[in-house]
């Protein structure tokens, strides 16, 4: 149930195919919203557009009872009230008039069926004759026919096609008749007793040809209910976490994660070897006209491993079998020289950039919830620290500093961040390849450590030199980029080591020679804007001339090293200058101008604070970034913005990004900052469950001081903190058994967790663990214990 205050007015959440329950199909999936009224036509309705094969297809029932008809939600006697959401399943109770009580189901049990029933109950004193009815309407895109009824094999469908598609909707009673209203339409009269129940069936089918569209719909009239939810009820005791805060939107939020997070998985393929996940999953996303997924957007054209590491928060400890597989997948499409690629998808899609740097530490996160993960990392293990060494090469650490640079900006994660310029952006960033990243180092140190960690847990002697080297080089590196002036760390120019404002040196709308003879304190990458061109090319050349680290520069900027889009062209100049005298403009076409730029390395985002993840900086050092930076700059009503408040941040920078939030709420729990991790765990549900409260659904980001969601509905990136939410409360790990925990609850009350039948309850200086069969086992005083699941229920203290 969710919060009795709750008002569900409006709300709009995704229903689609569970991978753990039915078929699910990547390149034609039936993705379907439930809309809880609003729209051109106002009603229950569950609509699609078949990725985009329709304008717009809706399924909805209508209410008849005497001169009486409704099917706006507004109009009801008692409104709707959504009950349960899973992946796949929904139910919702509402009351079109005044003692007739309806409680609608619906499932999708593969990519094309959609199926539902109407429980309708008469709580009144007399009897009611009504007649329900359950319609149907399409807008094509061009050539098709939109539904109507139609007699075939004894009883009333109504049929549509478009777009090479057939969709059928039966209707599973008796005396089914076809309705004359505005929109095609299958109803039945009935007379209820006072107290009397009847339950009504549809389906919908959908196939290459109406025969075969029916007979879907046929066997989803005849689909399984009570076999079904007893399923899904095992599948929930199996794998979900259950979470009794005191605060009903805190528990919606986290039971919410869990039950969307399942609903972004698909099947393996022939190109992966193991299940793998989607980013979003939306009514106009999942149809393939190629039939394989390869023309898809990059929301379904392939999967990150920081996307995996993220998902895994929301999954974990029910999941460890998909997120190993998503390990496994990784690895299935490594090169012989260790290069692992950023993007593999489904489809046998790629994103030919290095992967993020978190496969050895998703890897050595898993072993707790692994029966054997000894086996898993002894075969492993070769290739993830091949992976590793692969980021060290000069393809990738330019420098060979030992401190290694982004390729592009999408690797990142954050792309949207300041410091990577984008045509039209306010600010003066710096090219990908020159941009020496504090992120990307955490996550190489911390990467590094779970090989050590995992090397010496095998025993395995050769590689521990040359990764504690790596450490303590990658551990110098990031310290250099402090700025303690500020209190936070910078990027750096990847061949100066220097973090310069940036500045423009020069604004040009014509062809010519300008001089300049500027002098830099120090050296300047140089970046180079224009916009006003047409098309996706345009013949411009630029020269500069100066000074540079070795001695007289002279660049010369050719047509084909600038990169176009949206009329705005960008390059970045190869040399860094410390004195630039000329700049020469050739081929400007009119209307097109132009800035010579000096790259600013002092724009700040979140991602900065992850070197505290990674256990980099000393504890004075963290108590200045702390202080100074975390509480004062980035903490706003409803958590972490990605920019620091002030400055030049745009409004989007100001957003939440839960999965930020999340890294830098386990560096604060590292450095044993527990009751600021518990209030930004806080602030990041009550804006989360702000949103989910009058939408229904889960966004990509969320505004900092209103928290309504922003971005992309029903994504990944969107997902509550779970993880973060168990750590900070003391729940390191659990499986059937055994339990890790932290003794001490940050949350100053009383918070139950179960799973898979083991209850364990925080208190403030006390945390009871109750196994099924066995009694309560108390753990008491400060520090880190193991509860293991035996006869005498052990209990050993690890830290």
């Known amino acids: 149930m969710f919060p009795s ?7 709009r959440f995704i229903l689609a195919a569970d991978a753990r329950l039915g078929t699910v199909c990547y390149a034609d999936d039936g993705i379907w919203e439930w809309e809880l009224g609003g729209g051109e036509l106002p009603s229950l309705a569950l609509r699609t557009s078949l990725g985009l094969r329709v304008r717009d297809l809706r399924l909805f029932p209508r209410f008849v009872q005497g001169r009486w008809a409704v099917s706006d939600p507004r109009r009801f006697y008692r409104p709707p009230q959504v009950e349960e959401i899973q992946a796949a399943y929904a139910r919702v109770r509402c009351a079109p008039f005044p003692g007739l009580e309806v409680r609608l189901e619906t499932w999708v049990p593969d990519s094309f069926r959609l199926v539902g029933r109407l429980t309708l109950h008469n709580s009144g004193l007399t009897s009611r004759t009504l007649r329900v009815e359950w ?43 076809a309705v004359e209203t505005p929109w095609a339409a299958l109803g039945v009269e009935m007379t209820l007793a006072p107290g009397q129940q009847e339950v009504l069936t549809w389906a919908l089918g959908r196939g290459t040809t109406a025969a075969e569209a029916r007979q879907r719909a046929q066997a989803g009239l005849q689909a399984p209910w009570e076999a079904h939810i007893t399923r899904l009820r095992a599948q929930q005791a199996a794998q979900e976490v259950h979470v009794v805060t005191g605060n009903p939107t805190w528990d919606a939020v986290l039971r919410q994660t869990q039950r969307t997070a399942w609903g972004f998985l698909f099947p393996a393929s022939q190109h992966l070897p193991q299940a793998s ?32 590491w993220w998902l895994s928060r929301s999954l974990l400890p029910g999941g460890a079998a998909w997120v190993r597989g998503w390990v496994d997948n990784f690895l299935a499409i490594q090169a012989p020289d260790g290069f692992v690629d950023w993007r593999p998808g489904l489809g ?17 996160e898993l072993g707790p919830y692994l029966d054997d993960p000894t086996a898993w990392w002894e075969e492993i293990f070769p290739h993830l620290l091949a992976f590793f060494q692969t980021w060290f090469t000069p393809a990738h650490d330019r420098d060979q500093d030992g401190f290694p640079e982004w390729d592009h900006a999408y690797q990142s994660g954050l792309e949207a961040a300041p410091i990577f310029y984008r045509p039209g952006a306010a600010g003066y960033g710096a090219g990908t390849p020159w941009v020496e990243s504090p992120a990307l180092a955490a996550w190489l140190y911390q990467e590094g450590r779970s090989l050590l960690r995992m090397a010496q847990h095998l025993q395995v002697e050769d590689p521990l030199p040359w990764l504690k080297a790596r450490l303590a080089a990658l551990r110098q590196e990031v310290e250099a980029a402090w700025d303690g002036v500020v209190a936070t760390y910078r990027y750096r120019d990847t061949f100066t080591h220097r973090s310069p404002s940036g500045e423009v040196l020069l604004a040009f709308e014509r062809e010519g020679v300008f001089g300049l003879e500027r002098a830099f304190a120090i050296p300047q990458r140089i970046t180079l804007l224009v916009e006003g061109g047409e098309g996706t090319t345009q013949p411009l050349t630029l020269v500069l001339r100066g000074e540079g680290l070795a001695g007289a520069c002279e660049e010369t900027i050719s047509p084909r090293q600038w990169s176009w889009r949206g009329g705005y062209g960008m390059a970045i100049v190869p040399s860094a200058f410390t ?42 050092r963290v108590a200045q970034l702390v202080e100074q930076t975390v509480k004062s700059r980035y903490l706003r009503r409803y958590g972490l913005s990605l920019c620091p408040s002030g400055g030049h941040a745009s409004e989007a920078e100001q957003f939440v990004w839960p999965l930020w939030n999340t890294f830098v709420g386990e560096g604060l729990l590292r450095y044993g900052y527990c009751d600021l991790a518990a209030d930004l765990v806080g602030r990041l549900l009550d804006g989360i469950g702000r949103s989910l409260a009058t939408s229904g659904d889960f966004y990509s980001a969320y505004d900092a001081e209103r928290g309504q969601g922003q971005g992309e509905q029903h994504a990944v990136d969107g997902l509550a903190p779970l993880s973060l939410f168990l750590r900070t409360l003391g729940l390191v790990a659990i499986t059937p058994e055994r339990v890790i925990l932290q003794n001490g609850n940050p949350f100053n009350r009383p918070i139950t967790v179960q799973y898979q039948g083991i209850t364990v309850q925080f208190h403030s200086n006390q945390t009871w663990v109750t196994f099924p069969g066995h009694s309560i086992i108390k753990v008491e005083g400060p520090g880190t214990y193991q509860v293991v699941r035996s006869r005498s229920s052990q209990v050993r203290r690890l830290l």
Do not use: C, K
Not at 5 to 11: E, H, K, L, T, Y
Not at 348 to 364: E, M, Y
Not at 588 to 611: H, K, W
């Open 5 to 11: 205050d709750w008002s569900f007015d409006g709300w």
């Open 135 to 177: 319609a149907a309407v399409v807008r094509l895109l061009d050539v098709g026919r939109p539904f109507r009824p139609r007699r075939s094999g004894g009883r009333w469908w109504l049929e549509g096609e478009g777009q090479g598609q057939a969709w059928v909707v039966g209707l599973s009673a008796p005396a089914i008749q």
């Open 277 to 308: 996940f989607v980013r979003t999953r939306q009514p106009d996303e999942g149809f393939s006209a190629r039939g394989d997924g390869g023309d898809y957007s990059y929301r379904w054209a392939g999967q990150t491993v920081l996307e995996a």
């Open 348 to 364: 046998g899609q790629r994103g030919r950039f290095l992967a993020q740097p978190l496969l050895a530490t998703l890897a050595w």
């Open 579 to 620: 004195r630039l005298d000329f700049v020469e403009v050739q081929g400007l076409a009119n209307g097109m101008r132009g800035r010579v730029i000096g790259a600013d390395y002092t724009f700040e985002d979140v991602s900065l604070l992850l070197p505290m993840w990674a256990g980099i900086p000393s504890p004075a």
